[in-house]
């Protein structure tokens, strides 16, 4: 397991952008996958973007294609979500997360096998 701890949230109004931001501890880090999730008030963690661990390839959950961009620096153990255009359906407590991977491609999607997770980052959006 991983040490993560996000940064970067915020208060902002819809149609902004924001920069989140994870740094992990240990010198495993890209033999993670690493992953962000968001969770609404009374709703489940859900899925929002992973990247493989040597980002050679990238997935985002549909509502957020084209708006959120997903990076890493394995040099410096960091993994960002760089969010545009970003709507009052976007505001969340986001989450970072990592799992262990022996692929440079994988890209999981389920919360189930991360096994590393951040405290979380409260992003809102006013309309």
């Known amino acids: 397991q991983v040490s993560l701890v996000e940064s970067g949230g915020g208060l902002v109004q819809a149609g902004d952008s924001l920069r989140l931001s994870c740094a992990a501890s240990g010198r495993t880090f890209s033999t993670y996958a690493m992953g962000w999730f968001r969770q609404a008030p009374g709703k489940e963690r859900e899925f929002v973007a992973t990247?493989?661990?040597?980002?050679?390839?990238?997935y985002y959950r549909d509502s957020v294609k084209g708006r959120f961009t997903i990076s890493r620096d394995n040099a410096q153990n960091t993994v960002h979500l760089e969010m545009s255009s970003l709507k009052p359906e976007d505001t969340a407590v986001y989450y970072c997360a990592a799992a262990p991977s022996r692929s440079d491609f994988a890209t999981p999607s389920s919360k189930y096998v991360y096994d590393s997770w951040g405290q979380g980052t409260q992003v809102t959006v006013s309309s």
């Open positions: 990247i493989s661990r040597v980002g050679t390839r990238t």
